[in-house]
């Protein structure tokens, strides 16, 4: 038995004697003591309480985790229940090894992943009188950031073999469409609503790569759509929690990340290193940008969002129709909605994803499939679906094909990078140099005041009608989400004034820094 | 008058209050149609911004009218 909970306290001498074996040259013991302040409060004591049969199967599980990963002599963890005053132990943990360096990092595990895992609560007491449960949130586990050289040697024995037997058993995948498959590169663009459908049923059915690009980190709002995620993953970035994700499913799929959206410099470049992409973000520039980018790299494309109940899906390839025969210019984002302003239920992004993931697979393994380009709406409430195809001639082919407009777009885009700022707070802009201007309705502008003067305040729509006023000085548009402000950045940018800028995030991005 | 099934998706499905309708109208055209639209449920997109298809084909706006026909409008959606 490596675990055990204490309800009264406990030597620590014989756990230590315990652990000691003559192949071990190193031990490492580590301490939890209750400390008089939690996040500013004094405390003057603290109890933990068990769910006790779950907690003891788990801290077992753990300890061998540990031993098991790093190849130790020996370890064990005890945990205090009950009542505790200042300066008590509340926990113990000691490992012993063969050298000193796996002894500490195996010991960092075992505390890592007790605060993470195991079903104790703490109740802390104030000097004031009050208690309060504690939840236990997100912890820092260290060996989630080693390298893979630093315990490579400590592996599990036996690797996890995938069994596609599932899917090799269909006439058309079998042994040949399963080594297809193994050997293909799908990037996949938003692990969110739409993404998270798409990288687990890529990763189930043994594509060989995976690529995946987020720059967002994980929201509670998030969670009732995007599967990949739980509770303990807020706040992390979605691309490390994915390919933590991917490779609890399916160690065999290598996962490559970006934690930076593609742009107008690299993403032509990032599109020809792979067979296939998946865009599955809520934003429309991202999918102008995707859409020229596989146009120009000759690389498949497979778009979809969706809009409250309902959702559209194109697929692109190379030489027939693109996004821009549909709708040759962005939208503005007041144009399109999106899942925060107008609300989503997760299946419907959950559906739309699984059926991006149907035609990668169909495009991977050559399915049989519609030849002719076309848009499919699905609307969830009624059940209707509805294919219309898409007349190329009548589309880009009017104003030189597809890639010659794919190329002017890219050319004019004046990358991102410039023109969207950070701030944490306003001061900062307005001691820089810049006036503002607040794009937001009155609404929302009486809902979350700037809180310094904004010189001007015009509703994003009306934007290039004042363009005329942006000709001197440096401006900073804000609006909610940085969207809106980017956008008429770009509008205006393209009238020539250069010296307009969004700020990075809009209002919200100022709340959580500031 | 031209009697027509009309479908509405996305933001015009939410602004119109109904996934469809049909309509009697006096419009010739698609263009002539969606202004009679706008007025009657304040639609608040304008007809560039949106794809229109009748009888599951994409048309331009001058498209005419005739009766029976079924029109989908469909605005581009952003949401993931």
């Not at chain 1, 399915?367 to 880009?396: F, S």
């Not at chain 1, 503002?436 to 502008?445: C, G, P, Y």
């Not at chain 2, 309509?23 to 202004?35: S, V």
Request: hydrophobic share 45%; aromatic share 6%; net charge negative.
């Amino acid at each position: 038995m490596h675990f055990r909970l204490a309800s009264e306290a406990f030597d620590t001498a014989p756990l230590r004697d315990g652990l000691q074996q003559p192949g071990c040259g190193g031990f490492c013991a580590f301490e939890g003591w209750v400390r008089d302040s939690n996040e500013g409060r004094q405390v003057d004591g603290l109890s933990y309480e068990a769910y006790a049969e779950l907690a003891l199967a788990e801290g077992e599980r753990i300890v061998e985790e540990a031993i098991a990963r790093y190849g130790i002599g020996d370890a064990c963890c005890v945990h205090r229940t009950g009542d505790l005053a200042i300066g008590d132990l509340a926990v113990w943990v000691g490992a012993s090894a063969a050298h000193r360096d796996e002894a500490f990092r195996a010991c960092r595990y075992i505390i890592d992943e007790i605060k993470h895992r195991l079903p104790i609560w703490k109740k802390e007491h104030y000097v004031t009188g009050e208690s309060a449960w504690v939840a236990c949130t997100h912890a820092y586990r260290e060996h989630e950031h080693e390298s893979d050289h630093a315990h490579r040697h400590h592996e599990p024995a036996a690797a996890f073999a995938p069994d596609y037997s599932r899917q090799l058993r269909l006439r058309e995948v079998g042994e040949a469409g399963q080594a297809r498959l193994a050997a293909s590169r799908v990037l996949v663009i938003g692990a969110g609503g739409l993404g998270c459908p798409v990288i687990s049923y890529l990763a189930g059915a043994g594509v060989g790569t995976l690529g995946i690009v987020d720059g967002d980190r994980i929201d509670a709002s998030n969670l009732h759509r995007q599967t990949l995620y739980g509770m303990r993953d807020i706040g992390e970035l979605k691309v490390d929690a994915a390919r933590r994700r991917v490779t609890a499913l399916n160690p065999a799929v290598q996962v490559q990340t970006w934690s930076k959206p593609l742009d107008a410099d690299n993403a032509v470049e990032v599109f020809g290193q792979f067979d296939l992409v998946v865009e599955c973000t809520d934003d429309m520039r991202s999918r102008y940008l995707s859409n020229d980018a596989a146009v120009l790299s000759g690389t498949r494309l497979i778009l979809a969002s969706v809009y409250q109940y309902e959702g559209q899906l194109q697929v692109i390839e190379p030489g027939a129709a693109c996004l821009r025969c549909l709708w040759p210019h962005e939208p503005a984002p007041d144009e399109v909605g999106s899942c925060v302003s107008s609300g989503v239920l997760g299946p419907v992004p959950g559906t739309l994803g699984a059926m991006q993931a149907m035609e990668a697979l169909k495009l991977l393994l050559d399915l049989p499939r519609p030849r002719e380009p076309a848009l499919l709406l699905v609307n969830l409430l009624d059940m209707g679906m509805t294919r219309l195809p898409i007349d190329a001639r009548r589309g880009c082919a009017l104003h030189g094909g597809c890639a010659s407009v794919a190329r002017r777009a890219l050319e004019r885009d004046p990358g991102e990078a410039d023109i969207a700022l950070h701030f944490d707070v306003l001061e900062e802009a307005l001691a820089a140099g810049f006036q503002l201007v607040d794009l937001r309705e009155t609404k929302e502008i009486i809902a979350e005041p700037l809180g310094v003067a904004a010189a001007r305040q015009i509703s994003s729509a009306q934007i290039l009608a004042h363009a005329g006023e942006f000709a001197q000085g440096r401006w900073l548009l804000v609006c909610a989400s940085g969207r809106r402000s980017a956008h008429a950045a770009r509008l205006l940018r393209a009238e020539g004034l250069h010296q307009v800028h969004s700020l990075a995030g809009g209002v919200s991005a100022l709340r959580v820094t500031g | 008058m031209t009697v027509v099934n009309l479908q509405y998706y996305a933001q015009l499905r939410e602004q119109a209050g109904m996934g469809g309708e049909q309509l009697a109208t006096a419009a010739a055209t698609l263009r002539q149609l969606y202004e009679e639209l706008c007025a009657r449920h304040d639609f608040t997109l304008a007809a560039d911004a949106l794809k229109v298809a009748v009888n599951a084909q994409f048309c331009g706006w001058d498209h005419p009218l005739r009766e029976g026909d079924t029109v989908v409008f469909i605005p581009p959606v952003a949401g993931g």
